[in-house]
């Protein structure tokens, strides 16, 4: 048969049998997807974005999702007068951002991606980092040099946690083969104390992913993935190069998080992380399936 007598369905078919080898390679593998707040602003990539976590689960694969919510957290703290800033990428928080920060990430946030899963027929569960001993944090700290004396100064960022403990107990028991649910995880830890602390959503995502000894994992967000300073795509990084890509001001902002938290996961054993754009329809499924794949890898 020629191409010209070629129909939209053996097209189709044909795209299902080239991804043979990808779903033999992540038969039965875990692969952590942090969905990040810019990612699902729009109603119908959310919507996609819940079915194509559900194709996976039917094609094997075992999706755990952990979720950011930062444009949200920041349009309800502007509605309440509270004023909010960011340090290397981190919201500064302090005891009344921290209520908002919960409310929102483990509210409507954590429901919403809850309910698009279950709606697309799979069977999701919400949790935050604070149930069942899940993630367990200590206080966050950054130090910057002082421009005038150049001594290290530390920097606090309030109630930032950073992952001590990731106990993954809850999250074997539901993605066990017999129930098969899907985590939908809310950034959100506790400390030794029993106080709650704001987690940036792809730090946790990898920490998660380092304890599940995930095959992937895969940050969301709202570019194509790291760009140069040509805003031309990088395909591959080095954990080695990214000191340098900090130093020179080729990444910034929530980048930065996101590319140490994913040279990190590949240091403590996760297979690869990819940094890729949520705003893409079935971003997930082009990643995993195809040969093409998408965003930036950092191995
Ligand atoms: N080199 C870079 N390549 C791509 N994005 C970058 C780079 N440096 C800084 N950024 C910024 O990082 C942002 C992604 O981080 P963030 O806003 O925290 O995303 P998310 O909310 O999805 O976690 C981009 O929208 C961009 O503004
Ligand atoms: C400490 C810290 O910065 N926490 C983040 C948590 C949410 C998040 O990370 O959301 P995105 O992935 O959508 O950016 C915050 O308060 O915005």
């Keep these: 048969m020629n191409d010209e007598t070629k129909t939209p369905a053996h097209y189709a078919a044909s795209t299902l049998s080239e991804a043979l080898p990808f779903i033999q390679r992540y038969d039965r593998q875990t692969v952590v997807i942090k969905y990040g707040g810019h990612a699902m602003v729009d109603e119908a990539l ?14 094997g694969v075992n999706p755990v999702i952990v ?21 290397d990428g981190l919201r500064v928080t302090d005891d009344a951002t921290m209520e908002v920060v919960e409310m ?12 698009a899963i279950n709606k697309a027929g799979g069977k999701a569960v919400g949790l935050s980092g604070s149930d069942a001993d899940l993630m367990k944090v200590r206080r966050a700290s950054r130090t910057k040099k002082d421009p005038d004396s150049q001594v290290e100064q530390l920097i ?27 985590p939908v995880i809310a950034p959100v830890g506790f400390d030794g104390e029993g106080k709650r602390y704001n987690v940036n959503a792809d730090t946790a995502a990898g920490a998660i992913a380092s304890a599940l000894g995930a095959s992937r994992l895969l940050l969301l967000t709202d570019v194509a993935g790291v760009l140069d300073k040509d805003k031309q795509l990088i395909r591959e990084i080095r954990a080695d190069d990214l000191d340098g890509l900090i130093a020179d001001g080729t990444v ?15 240091k403590n054993g996760v297979g ?23 965003g930036t890898i950092v191995l």
Excluded: C, W
């Design 46 to 59: 959310s919507e996609a974005f819940a079915r194509d976590v559900v194709l996976l689960k039917h094609l």
């Design 67 to 87: 979720h950011g919510g930062g444009p949200q957290i920041a349009s309800l703290l502007e509605r309440l007068g509270i004023k909010s800033e960011f340090r």
């Design 104 to 115: 929102v990430l483990s509210g409507p946030i954590n429901k919403s991606i809850v309910r």
């Design 156 to 182: 606090d960022l309030g109630f930032v946690g950073e992952p001590e403990r990731v106990d993954v107990s809850v999250l074997k028991l539901l993605t066990d083969y017999d129930y098969d649910f899907i």
């Design 252 to 266: 910034s902002g929530g980048m930065i998080p996101k590319l140490e938290t994913a040279t990190n996961a590949v």
């Design 272 to 294: 690869g992380a990819v940094i890729l754009d949520g705003r893409a329809k079935h971003a997930l499924l082009m990643e995993l399936f195809t040969e093409h794949g998408a």
